[in-house]
C-alpha cells in the first residue's frame, strides 16, 4: 500500500523555499549503528532493522535528523548550512501506522546559538501556522544545559550527573534515578560471576560475558543495549550506590524540576531559585537569556511555557529542547531541539554545532481534517 502524499506538503515546500534553506532526499535505508548508538532508548526499540549481504546492520530511516547530519559530513558542505527534508520515516509499535510522513529543517554551523535556537521554534511554529490556519498552538521550552548545570552546582559526583542527563526527557526515567538518589538501591542479585567482575570494575571482562550470556540466549545484541554499555552501567550503578546527596540539595534539585514559567518571565524566575539555592549559574542563565530575546523578536516570546523538567526521550540532544501541539493535547505537532556534539560522535572532522526540528504530517492531516 502507496503512503498518501500529505495534502499539507505545498504549504510546507512554499515556506522552505521563503526560508531558503536546500531541500534535501537522504536514502530510506541507512546505517542502523548511528540510531542504535545516539537515538535513544525509545527510538531503538521502533527500528526496523535488517542486514546486507555482507552482515553490515541496516534500517528503514526512522527519522531524518542523523542521515542529514551523515550526509552532510560526506559531501562535506560548507556551514553554515540550512537544510529541509519531507519524506517517509518508519517506526514500530506506533500508534497510526508504522510508515509516515515527517517534514523539518537542520540549521547546521551556525554559532550565534541563542539566533539559531530561536529561528528554529520560529519556522516550527510559522509551518504548522501555515499547514494550520486558525489553530491554537502552545510551545513548551526545556533546556538540558540548565538541568545539567543545576546538578554540577549541586556537587553532584559526576557519575550522578551522567545517569540524571541521561534520563532528562523520559518522566519515569528520571522519576526512578530520582527515588535511587534519595535511597540508593540495595545490591540486585547478579550472578556471581558477573557480580565479581563488577566489584572488581573490569568493564572488558564484563562485557565478555555479558556478550556470551546474550549469545547462549539467543538474544542479539543489535536489538538492545550493546555488552560494553550494559557492563558500563553495571559497573556505574555499583559506583553510585555509595552516593547520598544532602537533604537540602536533594530539596532544591527537585525545587528546580518543578519550575514552569511563561518564557519571558523564566529568566527572573530561574534567577531567584538560584539565589535561594545558592547556586552559581550565571554563565548558563545569560545565554538563556539571549535566546529569550532572540524568540522575542521573533514575536514569540510571550506565547511560549518554560519547563524546567521538560526533554525530549532522543539521547543526542544537547541544549535547547521543545514540542509545540494544539492547544492542550497531548501528543505534539512539532518537536525539536539543539544537538552540538552528533556531528561530532557521527565522525565530522571539526565540532559543528547543530539545531533543527521534525513535524509530524500525519497528526497535522488529521487535526486539519476535524477543523475542517
Not at 510522513?101 to 511554529?125: C, K, N, P, V, Y
Not at 509551518?127 to 510551545?139: D, K, Y
Not at 545484541?221 to 550506590?241: H, N
Request: proline fraction near 5%; aromatic fraction near 6%.
Amino acid at each position: 500500500m502507496t503512503l498518501r502524499y500529505p495534502s499539507v506538503a505545498p504549504a510546507i515546500l512554499s515556506l522552505f523555499a521563503e526560508r531558503n534553506v536546500e531541500l534535501v532526499d537522504v536514502p530510506i535505508i541507512q546505517p542502523a549503528d548511528p540510531f542504535l548508538d545516539m537515538a535513544g532508548e525509545d527510538l531503538r526499540r521502533r527500528i526496523f532493522l535488517t542486514e546486507n549481504e555482507t552482515g553490515d546492520a541496516l534500517c528503514l530511516r526512522p527519522e531524518f535528523t542523523i542521515p542529514v547530519c551523515l550526509d552532510h559530513i560526506r559531501t562535506r558542505a560548507e556551514t553554515p548550512h540550512r537544510y529541509a527534508y519531507l519524506g517517509e520515516v518508519f517506526r514500530q509499535r506506533r500508534e497510526g501506522g508504522s510508515e509516515f510522513f515527517q517534514a523539518g529543517i537542520e540549521d547546521l554551523g551556525e554559532t550565534d546559538t541563542a539566533e539559531a535556537d530561536a529561528r528554529s521554534i520560529a519556522d516550527a511554529h510559522a509551518l504548522l501556522t501555515r499547514a494550520l490556519p486558525g489553530i491554537a498552538l502552545s510551545v513548551t521550552l526545556g533546556d538540558q544545559t540548565i538541568f545539567e548545570a543545576v546538578l554540577a552546582a549541586l556537587g553532584l559526583p559526576r557519575g550522578w550527573q551522567k545517569r540524571l542527563a541521561r534520563a532528562f526527557g523520559t518522566p519515569d526515567q528520571l522519576e526512578a534515578a530520582l527515588a535511587d538518589l534519595a535511597n540508593p538501591p540495595r545490591n540486585s542479585a547478579l550472578p556471581a560471576e558477573i557480580a565479581e567482575l563488577v566489584a572488581y570494575r573490569d568493564q572488558e571482562a564484563l562485557s565478555r560475558e555479558i556478550e556470551a550470556g546474550m549469545e547462549r540466549a539467543g538474544l542479539s545484541a543489535r536489538s538492545s543495549r550493546a555488552p560494553q554499555e550494559i557492563a558500563r552501567r553495571l559497573i556505574e550503578k555499583a559506583e553510585l550506590r555509595s552516593v547520598r546527596l544532602s537533604s537540602e540539595a536533594f530539596e532544591a534539585l527537585e525545587t528546580f524540576l518543578a519550575i514552569k514559567a511563561p518564557l519571558d518571565r523564566a529568566a527572573d524566575t530561574l534567577g531567584a531559585f538560584a539565589k535561594s539555592a545558592d547556586l552559581t549559574l550565571a554563565r548558563t542563565l545569560d545565554t538563556f537569556s539571549r535566546r529569550v530575546e532572540a524568540l522575542d523578536r521573533h514575536g514569540l516570546a510571550g506565547d511560549v511555557v518554560y519547563d524546567a523538567a521538560f526533554g525530549r526521550p532522543l539521547d543526542y540532544y544537547t541544549g535547547l529542547v521543545f514540542e509545540i501541539s494544539a492547544g492542550e493535547a497531548d501528543r505534539p505537532l512539532a518537536g525539536g531541539g539543539r544537538y552540538d556534539r552528533l556531528l561530532t560522535l557521527l565522525g565530522a572532522d571539526a565540532p559543528i554545532p547543530g539545531v533543527g526540528f521534525s513535524v509530524w504530517l500525519d497528526r497535522i492531516e488529521r487535526l486539519a481534517g476535524d477543523a475542517a
